[in-house]
Each structure stands twice: as structure tokens, then as C-alpha cells.
T-cell receptor, first 114, second 108 residues
Framework: DGGITQSPKYLFRKEGQNVTLSCEQNLNHDAMYWYRQDPGQGLRLIYY???????QKGDIAEGYSVSREKKESFPLTVTSAQKNPTAFYLCASSARGLRGNEQFFGPGTRLTVL | AQRVTQPEKLLSVFKGAPVELKCNYS??????LFWYVQYSRQRLQLLLRHISRESIKGFTADLNKGETSFHLKKPFAQEEDSAMYYCALGGSQGNLIFGKGTKLSVKP
């Protein structure tokens, strides 16, 4: 079954804890992205990676960190420095990190801070 | 600045009525524009992009550079069209810049 997978589907975090969201793709895509979706806010870019071992901050990177050690994996860590982490997180990938390329999205992870 | 504006949070129409979801953008240069759709309990997926000039599920969208708009239209709405629609602009790093979305509700 090809595509993008995210796990877990639901995640609960206590204040002060770091948590890591998983994103895996078997589409052989070079570029991967993390977006945050809040009600009434659309999707906002957190981090992106156009190639293995390289990644760049997006518009709202504060309090988040990522790694890209493998082409198929792009995990996102939500640190305790993120002031308002409760949100729906979407991972996406595209064949090339080029403007105009279609992005394919995962099913998302809903993070709730208790 | 690169920006996408969707002025309507919610659009409610009756089945068979025409639908137009508005999208305006701000971009210096030649834009790459998309419409993405999120049906209930499904993942976000591409509906159409302006370069392909296709009609998908009866929807069309025309890029109007003079008005900086990329409105999504369908002549006769169906109940299965009910979903969240996002207009998006291709960013310089291959990312997408999204509008805040419009929830379309098609009533029977």
C-alpha cells in the first residue's frame, strides 16, 4: 500500500514533555513537509526538507524540531518550548521540492496537551 | 508578500445550485495555484491545479491574473461535494501557502 503514513493518530501530552510525531512515505519523494492545521487558520508550514540530511524552517518553526536521516522518514518533535501545541499535524511529500509540484498528504496526527 | 485569501468560512447551497468558492492571491511573478479538498474523515487531496486546466468532478477554476483570483466553480452542486476546500499557492521552496479554507455544505 503506497502513500504517506503518520502515527499515532491521536497523541496526548502533558505540559513540559517532548513528543515525536512519525511520518513515513514510500513514494520515493525527495521533498517532505510538516504543516499545522488549526480551526479557521488553514494550514501553516512548520518545517520542510527537500533532500536527505537537509531541512529548513517554515513560517512557525519555533518550539519544533525535525530530522531527515532517511529519504522515507521525516519525524517532527514538538518540544516543551511550543506554547500552544494542541493542533492537527499534517505531513506531506512531493516528488521534487519545486513550485508547482503536487503534494500528497498523510492522514494526520491530532495532538492534545493535557 | 505571498498570501492566499478565502473570504468565506462557510458556504451553504442547495443541491443543484451553482457554486463559486472564492480565492484571491498575492504573488509577484507567475503563480502556481491549486485547489485541495478534504472530505469528512479523509485526507487532504488535490482537486485541481491551474496549469492542467482540467475539470475534476465537475469543478473548474480559472486563473485571472488581472484580478489575482482563482475561484472554484461548479454549475450544479451535489451533496457529495460537501467538504472543506483550500486554495493554495505554490511557494518558492516547493511548499504550499494555504488560504484559511471554505467549508461547503450542500443541502438536499
Amino acid at each position: 500500500d503506497g502513500g504517506i503514513t503518520q502515527s499515532p493518530k491521536y497523541l496526548f501530552r502533558k505540559e513540559g514533555q517532548n513528543v515525536t510525531l512519525s511520518c513515513e512515505q514510500n513514494l520515493n519523494h525527495d521533498a517532505m513537509y510538516w504543516y499545522r492545521q488549526d480551526p479557521g487558520q488553514g494550514l501553516r508550514l512548520i518545517y520542510y526538507s527537500q533532500i536527505v540530511n537537509d531541512f529548513q524552517k517554515g513560517d512557525i518553526a519555533e518550539g519544533y524540531s525535525v530530522s531527515r536521516e532517511k529519504k522515507e522518514s521525516f519525524p517532527l518533535t514538538v518540544t516543551s518550548a511550543q506554547k500552544n501545541p494542541t493542533a492537527f499535524y499534517l505531513c506531506a511529500s512531493s516528488a521534487r521540492g519545486l513550485r508547482g509540484n503536487e503534494q500528497f498528504f498523510g492522514p494526520g496526527t491530532r495532538l492534545t496537551v493535557l | 508578500a505571498q498570501r492566499v485569501t478565502q473570504p468565506e468560512k462557510l458556504l451553504s447551497v442547495f443541491k443543484g445550485a451553482p457554486v463559486e468558492l472564492k480565492c484571491n492571491y498575492s504573488y509577484s511573478g507567475s503563480p502556481e495555484l491549486f485547489w485541495y479538498v478534504q472530505y469528512s474523515r479523509q485526507r487532504l487531496q488535490l482537486l485541481l491545479r491551474h496549469i492542467s486546466r482540467e475539470s475534476i468532478k465537475g469543478f473548474t477554476a480559472d486563473l485571472n491574473k488581472g484580478e489575482t483570483s482563482f475561484h472554484l466553480k461548479k454549475p450544479f452542486a451535489q451533496e457529495e461535494d460537501s467538504a472543506m476546500y483550500y486554495c493554495a499557492l505554490g511557494g518558492s521552496q516547493g511548499n504550499l501557502i494555504f488560504g484559511k479554507g471554505t467549508k461547503l455544505s450542500v443541502k438536499p
